[in-house]
């Protein structure tokens, strides 16, 4: 899984270049490592990119699904994977689009990129990062984005890891949410502000920010086009009752999550 976590890591930093630099500003604060909390996936709920066949892959890799979500608005089914044997491996956050709430038009159009991506799976697993599919047209993403941002991020930028994330409990000079926060922002990097800057607490066990995705010019079938791509998160979690620091997530925070990639932001 190693291998698979650096494939994913090269592959976001190369389009998401404030992360990079969010990474070594970090780094350069400290000599401890910088803990990555969980990677965030995205993918359509049919063929063999469905949740349901990522997660069989990940079982085989050491994984165990260890919670669901339901995201009735965005129309989103979810779960999160963590290693049987390793704790501080990272978590793998996977979600996938409900197609048959959506319109016929939309169904039609992600079956047909579905079609392309099955014959590139192999026996031992998924390809990732991948786009499974060829380029799509500028006005295709444009049509996608009315009816769900997800399903437009999907089409045009395949199964990749949408976002990495900072464990801040794993930290050495940044000890909250909000000291990473601030840090962050003086640096020049814009937040994600939707539903607040900081998305759950303590209460719950989990708080989670996130800066904005990264604006970048994107190779569509005609032409070259700015659009969001991915984002870097931060997470900080804290203990339960028992006394066990809370390893879950929170839909209600997740979902503020989701618009890092907003096209329209």
Same mark, same amino acid.
């Given at each position: ?7 994913? %890591? ?12 969010? #990474? ?13 909390? #969980?990677?965030?996936?995205? /993918? ?8 349901? #066949? ?30 049987? /044997?390793?704790?501080?491996? =990272? ?23 579905? $079609?392309?991506?099955? %014959? ?12 499974? %599919? ?18 437009? %991020? ?24 909000? /000291? ?22 303590? $209460? ?21 086009? =700015? ?11 804290? =203990? ?10 929170? $839909?209600?925070? $997740? ?11």
């Amino acid at each position: 899984m190693q291998k698979l976590f650096n494939d994913l %890591w090269k592959d976001y930093a190369s389009i998401t270049p404030d992360a990079l630099e969010i #990474h070594d500003l970090f780094s350069n604060l400290s000599n401890k490592p910088i803990v990555n909390d #969980h990677i965030a996936l995205r /993918t359509f709920n049919d063929g063999l990119i469905s949740l349901k #066949h990522i997660g069989n892959y990940l079982e085989t890799q050491g994984y165990v699904a260890s919670g669901e979500y339901h995201f009735e608005k965005k129309k989103l089914y979810a779960k999160h994977f963590s290693n049987k /044997t390793d704790p501080k491996a =990272p978590k793998i956050f996977v979600s996938e689009l409900l197609l048959e709430e959506f319109s016929a038009e939309l169904q039609m159009f992600c079956r047909g990129l579905i $079609a392309q991506a099955n %014959w590139k799976i192999s026996k031992e697993g998924l390809e990732l990062p991948n786009r499974h %599919w060829g380029k799509i047209s500028r006005s295709a993403y444009e049509r996608l984005l009315e009816e769900s941002e997800y399903a437009a %991020w999907l089409a045009a930028f395949g199964l990749r890891a949408n976002h990495f994330t900072v464990s801040i409990n794993d930290l050495e000079s940044l000890d909250s949410i909000e /000291t990473v926060n601030q840090f962050v922002k003086s640096k020049g990097f814009e937040l994600n502000t939707i539903g607040s800057e900081i998305k759950g607490s303590e $209460a719950v066990g989990l708080k989670q920010s996130s800066t904005m995705a990264n604006l970048v010019d994107w190779e569509f079938e005609d032409g070259t086009y =700015p659009i969001r791509t991915c984002f870097y998160e931060f997470a900080e979690r804290f =203990p339960l009752d028992n006394g066990e620091t809370y390893q879950g997530f929170v $839909a209600a925070s $997740a979902d503020k999550i989701f618009e890092s990639t907003n096209a329209a932001a």
